[in-house]
């Protein structure tokens, strides 16, 4: 009993290749508030969409060990790119709990849809790769999948730039490609996209219903966590109990990290893998 409560204390590994993971501790923090987070951004080697796929793979290894020498209980892979291409390498590599960002939402959105037409935003690599095309045709066959890279929208979560008259323009025209198609469901497909939920429902309308990956990834941890008794039993104290880690630029980090996260974070500390 001692033994398993000492691993259920112990802390959530989340990494990315930047940032936009930062979207995920935020609702891990709001569903899981007694759970320590330890985070890895990649800061350094951003962005990972452009990059080979063994590289991907290998910097995903390099993070994770990082990671497990932290004595983490589950590791979340937070960048899309990473969980399209680096789950099983890293499943095969360590025995806790491993999983990304895409699987937890393409559920949902079946869940969710009712006309089986369901819409896919990301970054160009994230699209290219029809993970998420992939993941929902495995859960449903005949469920019919559009797809539209919006790289801006990375930049203008990361200005602050997502509230405004111009993040509206570049929405409205890069969703107009969902007009008369009837979707119902639209996947936010990479992690920046949940802070410019506003522009795009407005862009897309009401009906249709948006998936926050981010999210539904930390009900499935709360989900995983729980069905094997590996839910923090010590009740939080402090106020901010997560660690942040970065490959580069530990001030950048913090100043948008803000923005991410709705608070500041005192503590970041840069590390060479």
Not at 105 to 111: P, S
Not at 144 to 164: I, M, R, S, T
Not at 197 to 212: A, H, M, N, P, T
């Amino acid at each position: 009993m001692p033994q398993k409560y000492d691993e259920a204390s112990r802390p959530i590994g989340v990494f990315d290749s930047g940032v936009g993971g930062l979207t995920v501790v935020k609702e891990l923090n709001k569903l899981l508030p007694n759970e320590k987070i330890v985070y890895f951004g990649d800061t350094g080697r951003v962005p990972y969409g452009n990059k080979s796929r063994e590289t991907i793979i290998h910097y995903s290894l390099q993070v994770a060990y990082f990671l497990m020498k932290k004595k983490i209980k589950m590791l979340v892979v937070a960048c899309n790119t990473a969980s399209s291409v680096s789950l099983p390498t890293l499943k095969r590599h360590f025995h806790i709990p491993i999983i990304g960002v895409i699987e937890p939402g393409a559920k949902t959105a079946i869940e969710t849809t009712k006309t089986g037409k369901i819409g896919v935003i990301g970054t160009l690599g994230t699209v290219r790769s029809n993970s998420y095309k992939k993941a929902l045709k495995k859960i449903k066959k005949n469920v019919n999948v559009l797809q539209d890279p919006c790289p801006l929208f990375v930049h203008l979560a990361e200005d602050g730039w997502n509230k405004n008259k111009i993040a509206q323009m570049v929405s409205d025209e890069y969703l107009k490609i969902f007009e008369g198609k009837g979707i119902d469901t639209l996947i936010l497909g990479c992690t920046h996209y949940p802070l410019l939920k506003d522009v795009i429902q407005r862009s897309v309308g009401k009906k249709v219903q948006l998936i926050d990956s981010g999210k539904e990834t930390a009900k499935e941890v709360e989900q995983i966590l729980s069905k094997k008794s590996l839910l923090n039993p010590y009740k939080m104290t402090e106020k901010n109990h997560s660690v942040f880690y970065v490959s580069d630029f530990p001030h950048k980090f913090k100043e948008v990290s803000q923005r991410f996260l709705s608070k500041e974070l005192k503590h970041v500390h840069k590390v060479i893998l």
